[in-house]
């Protein structure tokens, strides 16, 4: 069975970091597009920054610059370290490990971040 644990979530000011980390267990070494997604109030679940096995990251424009997404493929661990944070990066942050980029693949619980100005 697999299971997606995410952690590091939390409260912390404008301009402040945080490092979210996500740790997979059962058979996914074959998942190896490994992203996070956030998901605000009210607003529909977006990619975040995603690390696919020999492609190109991709960081989503409103996060270029401040957040960095790495990972250990031998621990199926991915880290998103989120640097110079603003209120409207406030959302609950899943990460993701999918086979292909079209499938959806598995889901962590979520962790929430909330940035206050």
């Known amino acids: 069975q697999v299971q997606l644990v995410e952690s590091g979530g939390g409260l912390v000011q404008a301009g402040g970091s945080l490092r979210l980390s996500c740790v997979a267990s059962?058979?996914?070494?074959?998942?190896?597009?490994r992203g996070w997604y956030r998901q605000a109030p009210g607003k529909q679940r977006e990619l975040v920054a995603r690390?696919?096995?020999?492609?190109?990251?991709y960081y989503a424009d409103s996060v270029k610059g401040r957040f960095t997404i790495s990972g250990d493929s031998a621990k199926n661990t991915i880290i998103l370290q989120m640097n110079s944070l603003k209120p409207e990066d406030t959302a609950v942050y899943y990460c993701?490990?999918?086979?292909?980029?079209?499938?959806?693949?598995?889901w962590g619980q979520g962790t929430q971040v909330t940035v206050s100005s």
């Open positions: 993701n490990f999918r086979p292909l980029v079209y499938v959806t693949g598995y």
């Open positions: 059962g058979s996914i070494s074959s998942y190896t597009y």
């Open positions: 690390m696919p096995s020999g492609g190109t990251t």
